[in-house]
């Protein structure tokens, strides 16, 4: 069975700091990894994903991230945090493209101070 | 545009007072999902659809129907809502391939009281 470790239900950084959101997995196969985030009152939007090809993986909004097998991570960052980065995110995981469901972590809130 | 449509946004209902909430994808996506996310929960699997007549239950189905006729449409049903299905509530549609990714609703709020 697979799942999703988010260390850090509220992360704070300031405006032009690193962001660095930690995600764990866990499957017995291969996974495929997803991180989505979700700003208030919106719904999930994609931000990357690993499908078995490049380990670093480059998303929207300068985001990525590299799925490290030996650490069982897929950690997010960003080299400047920016105000508009506040949201929650969430990593998830499957294990097969398309028709298999995604096991979400629990989230982490992302809040940058000015 | 592709997208995946949800009705009502927002919903506040008594116990025991049937409702459906409507999902509708316009991407021809055979694999649709329904998600309530918690605080503190993140979001969790209530029901799936593999294609049209094809369902089945994801973490959290106790309460919950949904149908799959028509492969646009994934509606969730909730027979007799309680407080405890007071959520948010996300469908989802998904892409197959080596390229696929879930395509989400804007959410349905729900209070049931």
């Known amino acids: 069975a697979q799942s999703v470790t988010q260390l850090g239900s509220h992360v704070s950084v300031s405006e032009g700091a690193l962001v660095l959101l930690r995600c764990n997995y866990s499957s017995s196969v291969p996974p495929y990894l997803f991180w989505y985030v979700q700003y208030p009152n919106q719904g999930l939007q994609l931000l990357l994903k690993?499908?078995?090809?490049?380990?670093l993986v480059k998303g929207i909004n300068g985001f990525e991230a590299e799925f490290k097998k030996s650490e069982t991570s897929f950690h997010l960052t960003k080299p400047s945090a920016h105000m508009s980065d506040a949201a929650e995110y969430f990593c998830a995981v499957t294990y097969f493209s398309g028709n298999t469901p995604l096991v979400f972590g629990k989230g982490t809130r992302l809040s940058v101070i000015a | 545009e592709a997208q995946v449509t949800q009705n009502p946004r927002y919903l506040i209902t008594v116990t025991g007072k049937k409702l459906t909430v409507t999902c509708s994808q316009n991407m021809n996506h055979e694999y649709m999902s329904w998600y309530r996310q918690d605080p503190g929960l993140g979001l969790r699997q209530i029901y799936y659809?593999?294609?049209?007549?094809?369902?089945d239950k994801g973490d959290v189905p106790e309460g919950y129907k949904v149908s799959r006729k028509e492969k646009r449409n994934f509606p969730l049903i909730l027979e007799s809502p309680s407080p405890n299905q007071t959520s948010l509530y996300f469908c989802?549609?998904?892409?197959?391939?080596?390229?696929?990714?879930?395509?989400f609703g804007p959410g349905t709020r729900l209070t049931v009281t």
């Open positions: 659809s593999m294609n049209v007549e094809v369902t």
């Open positions: 690993y499908t078995s090809a490049a380990t």
């Open positions: 989802a549609s998904t892409s197959a391939g080596v390229e696929s990714a879930q395509y």
